[in-house]
């Protein structure tokens, strides 16, 4: 007898790819459950526009807790497990190297561990949400399936142990369990601390006189941007095929850090010209003659990877994926966008409370 049981099991559900997974499953019929740690700040913005749907549920677990993940799975029996939980920030995993080998490395074996001591093995199939940032000091370009892999951060190294984890518990106990090597993929839900996104709301904030200048690291940094709700669509076809392999998930095209940036400030109507090398190059707003960008060595990174490029004709060819659905030009206009109506409500917000303030000063309001 078939089995049309369609159970999704996210981690990292409140994450960009998390909740774009989330929407993109529930419309497929799936029953989606999504693990979240507890937190007294709420941190599910992201997903809060699916919280009430019938076939949308949440479990709090943590990476680093093994009986957690046992519990949930044992409970829920998911048909396809998506682990995209992660420290995925490179600059933090010099901060705090231990914590994301615990999450980012022994997480993915504790989520495999799970699966098969709950007798899953063989019902169940594994995503993991691997990285481009594994090939680091690339020794080839583009890079694909058989480049060969250097680390260049902590967080690199780590994602590298659980990439190679995944295909030991595909071979060695015939698991259904595969990687996407995710290129950068972006989204108007990119967090704040990203490069794209920092980019995107600085342009929106200095166009609305919200912030004065834009410091950035190294301009000169190569990467294959794609867009997230593209790419989540890549992962669910990663796991419909007959036989589990491993997959490159990008565009094929590739920008540096300063065209993302002149593109950006291009659609809220500056036009940025960019004068000299290295930490002494500024990008000047050629109307006004203002320095509005700067290079700060604070967020030059102890290793650097600068050339990143993926190639995808192993996902077009074998999954039926268009890597091009959505142009690099119009990632950044939709991020731009966005941020340029957030930025906004911000000001209309803090126009509220200054006349508020105002009223109450003059006595006009109690």
Same mark, same amino acid.
């Given at each position: 007898?078939?089995? /049309?049981?369609?159970?999704?099991?996210?981690?990292? &559900?409140?994450?960009?790819?998390?909740?774009?997974?989330?929407?993109?499953?529930?419309?497929?019929?799936?029953?989606?459950?999504?693990?979240? $740690?507890?937190?007294?700040?709420?941190?599910?913005?992201?997903?809060?526009?699916?919280?009430?749907?019938?076939?949308?549920?949440?479990?709090?677990?943590?990476?680093? /807790?093994?009986?957690?993940?046992? +519990?949930?799975?044992?409970?829920?029996?998911?048909?396809?497990?998506?682990?995209?939980?992660?420290?995925?920030?490179?600059? !933090?995993?010099?901060?705090?190297? @231990?914590?994301?080998?615990?999450?980012?490395?022994?997480?993915?074996?504790? &989520?495999?561990?799970? &699966?098969?001591?709950?007798?899953?093995?063989?019902?169940?199939?594994?995503?993991?949400?691997?990285?481009? @940032?594994?090939?680091?000091?690339?020794?080839? !370009?583009?890079? #694909? @399936?058989?480049?060969?892999?250097?680390?260049?951060?902590?967080?690199?190294?780590?994602?590298?142990?659980?990439?190679?984890?995944?295909?030991?518990?595909?071979?060695?106990? #015939?698991?259904?369990?595969?990687?996407?090597?995710?290129? #950068?993929?972006?989204?108007?839900?990119?967090? *704040?601390?990203?490069?794209?996104?920092?980019?995107?709301?600085?342009?929106?904030?200095?166009?609305?006189?919200?912030?004065?200048?834009?410091?950035?690291?190294?301009?000169?940094?190569? $990467? /294959?941007?794609?867009?997230?709700?593209?790419?989540?669509?890549?992962?669910?076809?990663?796991?419909?095929?007959?036989?589990?392999?491993?997959?490159?998930?990008?565009?094929? !095209? +590739?920008?540096?850090?300063?065209?993302?940036? +002149?593109?950006?400030?291009?659609?809220?109507?500056?036009?940025? *010209?960019?004068?000299?090398?290295?930490?002494? *190059?500024?990008?000047? /707003?050629?109307?006004?003659?203002?320095?509005?960008?700067?290079?700060?060595?604070?967020?030059?990174?102890?290793?650097? !990877?600068? #050339?990143?490029?993926?190639?995808?004709?192993?996902? $077009?060819?074998?999954?039926?994926?268009?890597?091009?659905?959505?142009?690099?030009?119009?990632?950044?206009?939709?991020?731009?966008?966005?941020?340029?109506?957030?930025?906004?409500? *911000?000001?209309?917000?803090? +126009?509220? $409370?200054?006349?508020?303030?105002?009223?109450?000063?003059?006595?006009?309001?109690?």
């Amino acid at each position: 007898m078939k089995n /049309d049981r369609k159970v999704a099991f996210i981690t990292g &559900v409140t994450g960009q790819d998390g909740s774009y997974l989330s929407e993109f499953l529930l419309e497929k019929g799936y029953e989606v459950h999504g693990m979240i $740690r507890r937190s007294s700040v709420d941190y599910r913005e992201r997903i809060a526009h699916l919280e009430g749907k019938p076939h949308f549920h949440l479990h709090y677990g943590h990476m680093g /807790d093994s009986m957690a993940l046992m +519990q949930i799975i044992s409970q829920i029996r998911p048909t396809e497990i998506y682990n995209l939980a992660a420290q995925s920030h490179v600059q !933090v995993s010099f901060d705090s190297p @231990e914590f994301t080998a615990n999450v980012d490395a022994t997480g993915v074996l504790r &989520v495999l561990e799970a &699966v098969r001591l709950c007798g899953l093995a063989d019902q169940c199939r594994i995503y993991q949400a691997s990285t481009s @940032e594994l090939y680091g000091k690339v020794e080839e !370009v583009p890079q #694909n @399936e058989n480049t060969p892999f250097h680390p260049y951060s902590p967080y690199a190294v780590a994602k590298l142990y659980g990439y190679w984890i995944v295909k030991e518990y595909r071979e060695a106990y #015939n698991m259904y369990c595969c990687s996407g090597i995710l290129f #950068n993929h972006e989204s108007e839900r990119r967090g *704040e601390t990203f490069v794209t996104r920092k980019i995107t709301l600085a342009a929106a904030r200095i166009k609305q006189g919200k912030q004065e200048k834009l410091y950035l690291g190294n301009l000169d940094s190569l $990467r /294959d941007w794609g867009y997230a709700k593209d790419y989540v669509e890549c992962m669910w076809l990663i796991l419909q095929q007959k036989k589990a392999e491993d997959f490159v998930i990008a565009t094929g !095209v +590739q920008h540096s850090v300063r065209e993302f940036c +002149q593109l950006a400030f291009h659609h809220v109507g500056i036009c940025l *010209e960019f004068q000299g090398k290295g930490l002494e *190059e500024k990008g000047i /707003d050629k109307a006004t003659g203002k320095v509005l960008v700067e290079v700060s060595p604070d967020f030059y990174r102890p290793t650097d !990877v600068v #050339n990143l490029w993926g190639d995808p004709t192993k996902a $077009r060819a074998k999954l039926g994926w268009n890597p091009n659905k959505t142009s690099f030009e119009e990632l950044v206009k939709l991020m731009v966008d966005h941020d340029m109506e957030q930025v906004a409500v *911000e000001r209309a917000s803090d +126009q509220v $409370r200054t006349n508020l303030a105002e009223y109450l000063e003059k006595g006009i309001v109690k």
